[in-house]
């Protein structure tokens, strides 16, 4: 059975990648279909959705367009989300290899400093790390992915060492190969599959994250995200509902679909897994 | 901004109707008894108004302290702990006569032995602002218990008007003389003769003050208790005063998006008296130094990509006013000729052009007190990018602001300052080029030198004729106003929301600062 039928199989992961598909489209189209920029005040404050037509979405405390706010913060959300999570791996997965494989004393070093980050509660020590740099694209994306990338050097260890004494690693190691190209080459291919799963789950976390810290007013004063738009919205909850409401919503199904196509991709990629279910 | 002018004139048309009906059913004649219970945001650093000077620190102990006078709403001294004074003709010599029967609340007796410590030696110690006013003074003397004496080196009319409890606040001699002043311990349980005293504080929690039972003014206070509740997030504020826990929020304690809603309330009432005196007045900081800011025609350009009758009707909701210059136009002294830089797009774009601005981009630093102020920071940002400059907005909490400004460190940045009723008192202070030092986020921090300026300020100072004060101001206005060392983008409003059984809260133009003493509660049900 190929990987993709396998994938479409689970009937959650699907619907999870039609509705990842639509946002990336937004996130593509933000700047055809909202050339303006979105902080650009364009009508009266507080229209509700559809109140005048072209405002299909309302407007903002400001009279800001609230649609090119969702698609603007599209492409923010999805952009720190993935970056975030590739330098998570850029961290943790070397980090988990070298000590995976080598064990003693390195292993130990490594899964010090590694539960050193671990009990240090995560958003936390992403709200001090953004304080400190001061809020930028750059500083958040370094915050989230230095509170992120522990699970991931545990996960690439323990694949490492259940994978490093097996016949082929032995061979390998036998013919003279260097312990680079063995850790590379031979044993890091093997443990791709549930990296990728959990790589899949810590864009969704990153997004949350993101939206967390721009909900208090730790996002990029300059960029346009959904957390931003729910912070602004916060304190007229009780005049203006949606204003919070719609950008929630978009954090929810975003989030959503990729945690059903991380569990699909757990399937796709783990068919003995998933036949046991 | 035609479309935003018919939801604002709602909003307006709405808060005036309920400020009007309010008073309407008032009973005329003062209750004793009840409890004020009062948001104070954020909470102050200590109570000893003498040696702390924030904004809340000044609204609480303002009940505690006092000084020789009060001022109405038209800023014309009333009578506080000096029953009477009078003027010299030659404008040199100032005559307080005290109230004879004064207590501090500790039971000594408040003499004008007081006055002169508090004066000569404690403030002129302790607070910038009130020592370079006393820098006009030669000498204080007291000739009996009940008089002082001030007499000055050369004619200051504003003088008269620097006796307000946050300038001039009276300090027990026999309390702080020979002390440290800063390592008393008094100053944890601050000691003054005001119509309530200290009673205790829970840090992070609330502020008690109960009544002055010896207070010389016979009958008031008619408030048993005040409670100054501390509740920093602004939604639990509002919460607060909706289901009745708090009475009265002062400015600042309730968001502008939420004023509306809590002004229309049953029983609700809002005044947007009691500002005179301070007139807070925002601004954009403009770096004169360096970067494109140390331009003329930049600094213009900003002054007319502002769209401050925007922020006005939408940030503000429609309260505050657009100001014409550099002084705000409730003061004597403003300059009624003056026009304001209109909202003008492409003449800002023009200037940019003639002066070859080349996208250099420009910081801009908001005022990070709260959800209005980072709104505003926002909208400015468009503002300047829609003519064509590049900006990049920084955040910082407090700490960082204040560090920043005082260092210099900025291209633009908002703040809001006190013009203290007289340009001598709160106006010069931003534009004298005496006045650039590092170290402060308050005084000249844009770096704007002009020595003509410097001249018309210092001699409007001691200028005794009125006709030739004026004209004195009105040049240094034309000048500021054609030179832009700064952008003037707000005269605020400062409303305070209260429950219509509270009266007389609000009684001159230094408002909740000047405590609580004619303000009494009407209770409701006449079966008691």
Redesign the interface.
């Known amino acids: 059975m190929s990987f993709f039928k396998r994938f479409a199989q689970n009937r959650g992961a699907l619907g999870g990648l039609v509705i990842l598909g639509l946002v990336v489209l937004l996130a593509l189209l933000a700047p055809f279909l909202y050339p303006d920029?979105p902080?650009?005040?364009v009508?009266?404050?507080?229209l509700a959705p559809g109140e005048v037509s072209g405002f299909w979405l309302g407007t903002d405390?400001?009279?800001r367009d609230v649609a090119a706010g969702l698609a603007h913060g599209a492409w923010v959300s999805l952009l720190i989300g993935l970056i975030s999570t590739v330098v998570a791996l850029a961290i943790g997965v070397p980090l988990g290899a070298l000590a995976g494989y080598f064990g003693g004393k390195i292993d130990d070093a490594l899964m010090r400093f590694t539960e050193f980050f671990q009990t240090i509660p995560n958003f936390a020590l992403a709200i001090v790390l953004v304080?400190i740099m001061?809020?930028s694209t750059v500083s958040i994306v370094l915050a989230i992915a230095i509170v992120s990338w522990p699970p991931v050097a545990r996960l690439v260890r323990g694949e490492f060492l259940s994978i490093k004494h097996r016949e082929y690693v032995e061979a390998a190691r036998l013919v003279g190969q260097t312990h680079r190209d063995i850790i590379i080459k031979q044993i890091l291919p093997n443990t791709l599959s549930p990296v990728i799963v959990l790589a899949s789950l810590m864009v969704a976390t990153a997004i949350l994250l993101e939206s967390s810290l721009s909900f208090l007013?730790?996002g990029d004063?300059?960029t346009m995200s959904w957390g931003y738009m729910i912070g602004?919205a916060?304190?007229?909850?009780?005049?203006a509902w949606w204003l919070s409401v719609i950008p929630g919503v978009a954090i929810l199904l975003t989030v959503l679909a990729l945690n059903l196509v991380g569990e699909g991709l757990d399937d796709a990629l783990n068919p003995q897994l998933a036949r046991q279910r | 901004m035609t479309l935003l002018s018919s939801v604002t004139g709602r909003l307006t048309a709405a808060a005036l109707l309920v400020t009007l009906a309010a008073p309407a059913s008032a009973q005329e004649t003062p209750q004793a008894g009840g409890v004020a219970n009062v948001a104070i945001q954020p909470e102050p650093p200590g109570l000893m108004l003498p040696l702390v000077q924030n904004a809340p620190t000044q609204r609480v102990a303002g009940n505690i302290f006092e000084s020789l006078l009060r001022y109405d709403t038209d800023l014309e001294p009333m009578p506080q702990l000096a029953e009477s004074w009078e003027i010299s003709d030659d404008g040199l010599t100032y005559t307080f006569h005290l109230h004879p029967d004064v207590k501090w609340h500790d039971g000594e007796a408040f003499t004008s032995a007081d006055v002169v410590f508090s004066a000569d030696v404690f403030l002129r110690e302790t607070n910038p602002r009130t020592r370079a006013i006393l820098d006009h003074v030669k000498s204080i003397e007291a000739p009996d218990d009940n008089t002082v004496v001030f007499t000055l080196k050369q004619p200051f009319p504003a003088f008269i008007q620097a006796f307000e409890v946050g300038t001039l606040p009276m300090v027990p001699k026999h309390i702080y003389e020979g002390t440290d002043f800063y390592n008393n311990p008094a100053n944890n349980h601050p000691i003054g003769t005001g119509p309530f005293e200290f009673a205790k504080w829970d840090r992070g929690s609330v502020i008690e003050l109960g009544k002055n039972p010896d207070y010389y003014e016979a009958g008031k206070p008619y408030l048993d208790k005040i409670y100054w509740h501390v509740i920093p997030d602004a939604a639990s504020r509002a919460a607060a005063y909706e289901n009745g826990t708090l009475n009265i929020m002062p400015a600042g304690s309730v968001e502008n998006f939420d004023i509306p809603r809590l002004a229309e309330m049953e029983g609700s009432c809002m005044t947007e008296s009691g500002n005179e005196y301070f007139n807070p007045f925002a601004m954009l900081w403009l770096n004169n130094r360096e970067g494109p800011t140390a331009d003329k025609r930049f600094r213009q350009a900003v002054m007319y990509a502002l769209d401050r009758e925007f922020a006005r009707n939408v940030l503000w909701n429609g309260l505050g006013k657009v100001p014409s210059g550099p002084f705000n136009s409730t003061l004597a002294s403003h300059d009624d000729d003056l026009e304001p830089y209109p909202y003008d797009p492409d003449k800002a774009e023009e200037l940019l052009d003639e002066m070859g601005y080349d996208g250099e981009p420009v910081r801009l630093l908001p005022l990070p007190y709260g959800e209005t102020w980072t709104r505003w920071g926002e909208a400015v940002r468009q503002n300047l990018e829609d003519v064509g400059i590049n900006v990049e907005t920084e955040s910082s909490d407090v700490a960082g602001w204040n560090q920043k400004i005082s260092d210099w460190d900025y291209d633009i940045a908002f703040t809001y300052l006190f013009q203290y009723g007289d340009p001598s008192l709160g106006i010069a202070r931003t534009y004298i080029s005496s006045n650039i030092a590092k170290g402060s986020p308050w005084n000249n921090v844009e770096g704007y030198a002009n020595p003509k300026v410097d001249e018309l300020f210092a001699n409007a100072a001691v200028e005794n004729d009125p006709e030739k004060r004026q004209a004195m101001y009105d040049e240094v206005q034309q000048i500021l106003h054609d030179d832009v060392p700064l952008a003037w983008i707000m005269e605020l409003a400062q409303p305070t929301i209260y429950r219509c059984n509270v009266h007389d809260l609000i009684t001159t133009g230094i408002g909740l600062n000047d405590g609580f003493k004619n303000a009494w509660i009407e209770q409701s049900g006449s079966n008691d």
Request: hydrophobic content about 40%; charged content about 25%.
């Open positions: 920029s902080w650009r005040m009508q009266r404050p507080f405390v400001m009279g304080a001061e809020p007013g730790l004063p300059d602004a916060r304190t007229v909850m009780r005049q």
